[in-house]
């Protein structure tokens, strides 16, 4: 089976942090996304990445950046968080050209106060 | 922009089946019809795709009109497993997946 694991469930920062979400696949997926998901908004791409220091912009780039050094990780990063930042953040991965056929983390819970 | 319609919920009694609308009247040729559910707090699932054929798998069955501006999911048998929110999506290619806000479906025993 798949595996998708990302590094916390829930996650409190203060505003202004850097803060680090992580994400690692284990089925050697040369795709990697980062979504956030947030009522009566749904499910919003932010990054993805097709391979190693690849790196693509979604719809929500802003305020966001990503890193992907090694295949089976791909990290979000946000530079100095805001309150509006508070969201629920998915990962999910896939083989290349199946983009279809998403695999989806469990999710980070993040608050920002 | 999802490029799709959903009804916001639905309701299912539970051993029914359940048939989640989708309109998707702008879709191109060489677009498929793409189904994720979502579990309460857990991430989205892939469910089942398809391009003007219907399909049928473990899961469900997608039925396309012949003019492919809508399509149904149909759970044949739901179970209060089945209670998510279910999304409709149309893509091209290997674009990323764009999530609109989906169907919340209720199983009801």
């Known amino acids: 089976d798949v595996k998708v694991t990302q590094s916390s469930r829930y996650l409190v920062k203060r505003t202004g942090e850097k803060v680090f979400l992580e994400c690692v696949q284990d089925?050697?997926?040369?795709?990697m996304f980062w979504y956030r998901q947030d009522p009566g908004l749904g499910l919003r791409l932010i990054y993805f990445?097709?391979?190693?220091?690849?790196?693509e912009k979604g719809d929500i780039p802003e305020g966001y950046s990503v890193s992907r050094e090694k295949k089976e990780r791909f990290s979000l990063i946000l530079e100095s968080a805001s309150t509006n930042q508070t969201s629920m953040y998915l990962c999910?991965?896939?083989?290349?050209?199946?983009?279809?056929?998403?695999?989806f983390g469990p999710g980070t819970r993040l608050t920002v106060t | 922009d999802a490029k799709t319609t959903q009804p916001p919920s639905m309701d299912c009694a539970e051993g029914r089946a359940a048939n989640l609308p989708c309109n998707h009247s702008?879709?191109?040729?060489?677009?498929?019809v793409y189904w994720y559910r979502q579990i309460h707090s857990q991430g989205p699932q892939y469910i089942i795709h398809?391009?003007?054929n219907n399909e049928t798998n473990e899961m469900a069955s997608l039925i396309i009109t012949e003019d492919r501006k809508s399509s149904t999911l149909i759970l044949p048998h739901a179970t209060l497993r089945d209670t998510a929110v279910y999304y409709c999506?149309?893509?091209?290619?290997?674009?990323?997946?764009?999530f609109g806000k989906g169907t919340r479906l209720s199983v009801i025993a």
């Open positions: 999910a991965s896939s083989l290349l050209g199946r983009q279809d056929e998403q695999y």
């Open positions: 089925m050697d997926h040369e795709n």
């Open positions: 990445s097709y391979d190693v220091k690849m790196k």
């Open positions: 702008t879709i191109s040729g060489n677009e498929y």
């Open positions: 398809g391009l003007k």
């Open positions: 999506i149309v893509r091209v290619g290997d674009t990323p997946l764009v």
